[in-house]
């Protein structure tokens, strides 16, 4: 049985910093791509970053870049998201994902229901 299981989150004030994680359970983790998505109240669940299988490649939205960072230890079986620079605007709940064997930029525009796997998520709530 495949597990996400994402910790992590809380309520930071606005410059502030969170560190979220992304622990596996259940599959060859090595072998998917990772991705954060978010979902803010009232609104879609949206791509935040992603990484590639073997840690090599990443992918993030333009809203993120420069702030947050993904990365992942393999012997961990756990990906990682780094928020610096909160924003109020960056509240929401973060979910990793897993698909198998793609590239960033594909969990990035695919169908989120086509997604291998999920987890139940952790919210963040950036206080201004």
């Known amino acids: 049985q495949v597990q996400l299981v994402e910790s992590g989150g809380g309520l930071v004030q606005a410059g502030g910093s969170l560190r979220l994680s992304c622990a596996a359970s259940g599959l060859t983790f090595s072998y998917y791509a990772m991705g954060w998505f978010r979902q803010a109240p009232g609104k879609e669940r949206e791509f935040v970053a992603a990484i590639s299988w073997a840690g090599g490649s990443t992918y993030y939205v333009d809203s993120v870049k420069g702030r947050f960072t993904i990365s992942r230890d393999n012997a961990k079986n756990t990906v990682y998201l780094q928020m610096n620079s909160l924003k109020p605007e960056d509240t929401a709940v973060y979910s990793c994902?897993?698909?198998?064997?793609?590239?960033?930029?594909?969990?990035?525009?695919?169908?989120?229901?086509?997604?291998?796997?999920w987890g139940k998520g952790t919210l963040v709530t950036v206080s201004s």
């Open positions: 994902a897993a698909e198998f064997r793609t590239t960033p930029m594909t969990m990035a525009t695919m169908s989120l229901g086509d997604m291998d796997y």
